[in-house]
């Protein structure tokens, strides 16, 4: 059974720090694209930024770029998203996706194939 686990959410200060897992088990990660995305009260989801299968192509939303970096360990079967200098609209539930994928491109998209059920980030002084 294909199963996506995400942890380290929870409360931060502003310009504070925060490192997402996703733990994968059920299938190999190494076939897959990666992606978080997030989701905010009051507001649809949205891609925060994607890997393709070999962790060397990336893409980041405009809004996190600089500050965000996500990263994978397929030994671990683990995808990270370390988030520095969060700011209040960061704020939300986020969600770790992939997608099994032929090439290395990074795609990512409401279509992927298996989803977790998210970790809040609450971003407030």
């Known amino acids: 059974q294909p199963q996506l686990v995400e942890s380290g959410g929870g409360l931060v200060q502003p310009g504070g720090s925060l490192r997402l897992s996703c733990a994968a088990s059920?299938?190999?990660?190494?076939?897959?694209?990666t992606g978080w995305f997030r989701q905010a009260p009051g507001k649809e989801r949205e891609g925060v930024s994607c890997?393709?299968?070999?962790?060397?192509?990336?893409n980041y939303a405009d809004s996190v770029k600089g500050r965000f970096t996500i990263s994978r360990d397929n030994s671990k079967n683990t995808v990270y998203l370390q988030m520095n200098s969060l700011k209040p609209e960061d704020t939300g539930v986020y969600y770790c996706?992939?997608?099994?994928?032929?090439?290395?491109?990074?795609?990512?998209?409401?279509?992927?194939?298996?989803w977790g059920k998210g970790t809040l980030v609450t971003v407030s002084s």
């Open positions: 890997m393709g299968k070999s962790g060397t192509r990336t």
């Open positions: 996706s992939v997608r099994r994928v032929v090439t290395d491109a990074p795609r990512c998209d409401y279509g992927m194939d298996y």
């Open positions: 059920g299938f190999t990660l190494a076939n897959y694209a």
